[in-house]
C-alpha cells in the first residue's frame, strides 16, 4: 500500500459546485498535514493546514480524521481559476510525503 | 521578491554528463527539501537538510545523486552519469511552504 493515496480523478465540475476530495495515509504516526495545488508546468503552492478541529479558508475546508486515516479537501462555489492538481501532504517526523495529486477542471 | 530560487531553470545534456543544479533558499530559513517530479507523476521526496544537522538522504534513488548545503545557505543536487529516467523537474524548496520554480533536466 503506498504511504499516501489520493482519486486522481480528473474531476470535471461546472463552476459554482461544491467539489470534495478524499487523501489516504497509511502511518497512524503522521503527525502534520497539508493541502497544496500544483498548476500545469509550476511548483506546487501551500494552500492550508489541516488539523483534525478542521480548519476553513474562504471556500476552502480541510478536516483531518485520525481514526480513518484520511484527511479531506472541501471547495465550495468553485471557480474556474480552482482549475489544479490538488496535493496531499503527510509529514511522519522528517519525512514528508506528496500524495500524487488529484486533478480538477472547473468548467464554465 | 526573495523567494527560492534554482538555476539553471532548463538544462539539457547528454546520457553520461554530469549535471549540477542549484537551489538559492530564502535567507534564513533552516530546512530545505530537494523532490523530482517526472512528467505527468507526483513528487518524489529526494533529500531534506536541517540546520547543520546530517541530511535525510531516504530519498535519494541511486549513489550517482549526490546533494550539498554549507550551512543555512545554497544548496546543489549533483547527478553523475545521468541517465535518461533522471529527466524530470527538480524541485527545492525553503521550508515546506515556498518552493523554487524548478530546474528542468532533459536527458537527451
Known amino acids: 500500500r503506498k504511504e499516501v493515496e489520493q482519486d486522481p480523478g480528473p474531476f470535471n465540475v461546472p463552476e459554482g459546485a461544491t467539489v470534495a476530495f478524499n487523501c489516504t495515509y497509511s502511518n497512524s504516526a503522521s503527525q502534520s498535514f497539508f493541502w497544496y495545488r500544483q498548476d500545469c508546468r509550476k511548483e506546487p503552492k501551500l494552500l492550508m493546514s489541516?488539523?483534525?478541529s478542521g480548519n476553513e479558508d474562504g471556500r476552502f475546508t480541510a478536516q483531518l480524521n485520525r481514526a480513518s486515516q484520511y484527511i479531506s479537501l472541501l471547495i465550495r462555489d468553485s471557480k474556474l481559476s480552482d482549475s489544479a492538481t490538488y496535493l496531499c501532504?503527510?509529514?511522519?517526523?522528517?519525512?514528508?510525503?506528496f500524495g500524487p495529486g488529484t486533478s480538477l477542471s472547473v468548467i464554465p | 521578491g526573495a523567494g527560492v530560487s534554482q538555476s539553471p531553470s532548463n538544462k539539457v545534456t547528454e546520457k553520461g554528463k554530469d549535471v549540477e543544479l542549484r537551489c538559492d533558499p530564502i535567507?534564513?530559513?533552516?530546512?530545505l527539501y530537494w523532490y523530482r517530479q517526472r512528467l505527468g507523476q507526483g513528487l518524489e521526496f529526494l533529500i531534506y537538510?536541517?540546520?547543520?544537522?546530517?541530511?535525510?538522504k531516504s530519498g535519494l534513488p541511486s549513489d550517482r545523486f549526490s546533494a550539498e548545503r554549507t550551512g543555512e545557505s545554497v544548496s546543489t543536487l549533483t547527478i553523475q552519469r545521468t541517465q535518461q529516467e533522471d529527466s524530470a523537474v527538480y524541485l527545492c524548496?525553503?521550508?515546506?511552504?515556498?518552493f523554487g520554480p524548478g530546474t528542468r533536466l532533459t536527458v537527451l
Open positions: 537538510f536541517q540546520g547543520n544537522s546530517a541530511p535525510d
Open positions: 524548496a525553503s521550508t515546506l511552504r515556498y
Open positions: 489541516v488539523y483534525s
Open positions: 535567507s534564513g530559513h533552516t530546512a
Open positions: 501532504v503527510v509529514i511522519n517526523y522528517d519525512k514528508v510525503i
